[in-house]
């Protein structure tokens, strides 16, 4: 069965700081990946996606980077956090064909920068 | 463009009443479309998708949806709530794009 891992599960990082968060997935191949990020435990906002190893595509433009390394592996950095960059992430996966199918989410990362 | 929206910040209900929680769409093609929960804290999980086909579609911990084209709506049901169904509940709209669209969602709050 496939599964999905993210860590770590909660930071607390000082402004200006670096970031490192990763997703792994399990048992599936060429997934497209998913990063989100959701505040005040309501809206998801889509921050990057990818549909193949160092292909990425970004939905807003902010400090946030991302890269896929491996198939199974996405990673959403940045080099230099803001207090606004505190919220829960959440990577997720889904199947070739994109929209039509279900995507599966991670645990998330709860991220506060201070 | 495409568009999904869930006219409710929140829902109350009892235990063991009936709950729907709602949804709308718009859409130029066929829509495809899923709901999602969210317990606190958590990732979301996986309820149940429309694609083609019957109009009511079931799906897991006993939720179901009804589709309904002429009224563009997809309104998640459940014929007795429990607490542990209490959650935020999330309507998307997905499709030929990659990027699915996510409703604001809905706080299910089910009372003892």
């Known amino acids: 069965s496939q599964t999905i891992h993210q860590w770590p599960a909660t930071l607390v990082q000082p402004v200006g700081s670096p970031l490192s968060l990763e997703c792994t997935v399990e048992?599936?191949?060429?997934?497209?990946l998913y990063w989100y990020r959701q505040a005040a435990g309501r809206g998801l906002q889509l921050l990057f996606y990818?549909?193949?190893?160092?292909?990425i595509s970004s939905e807003v433009p902010q400090n946030l980077s991302a890269s896929r390394p491996q198939d199974r592996q996405f990673i959403l950095s940045s080099k230099k956090l803001l207090l606004s960059d505190s919220g829960f992430y959440l990577c997720?996966?889904?199947?070739?064909?994109?929209?039509?199918?279900?995507?599966?989410f991670g645990p998330g990362t709860r991220l506060t920068v201070l | 463009a495409q568009s999904v929206a869930q006219p409710e910040d929140q829902v109350n209900v009892a235990e063991g009443n009936p709950l729907t929680v709602k949804c709308t769409y718009s859409?130029?093609?066929?829509?495809?479309l899923f709901w999602y929960v969210q317990y606190p804290n958590r990732g979301l999980q996986f309820l149940l998708k429309?694609?083609?086909?019957?109009?009511l579609v079931k799906g897991s911990y006993g939720f179901e949806a009804e589709f309904n084209k002429s009224q563009t709506s997809f309104h998640l049901k459940k014929p007795s709530a429990l607490v542990s169904d209490s959650a935020l509940y999330f309507c998307?709209?997905?499709?030929?794009?990659?990027?699915?669209?996510f409703g604001r969602g809905t706080s299910l709050i089910v009372h003892p």
């Open positions: 048992g599936t191949s060429n997934p497209n």
């Open positions: 997720a996966w889904s199947g070739r064909a994109g929209g039509y199918n279900e995507q599966f």
């Open positions: 859409v130029s093609g066929n829509p495809y």
């Open positions: 998307v709209l997905g499709g030929g794009s990659y990027i699915p669209t």
């Open positions: 990818s549909v193949g190893i160092g292909q």
């Open positions: 429309y694609i083609t086909g019957d109009n």
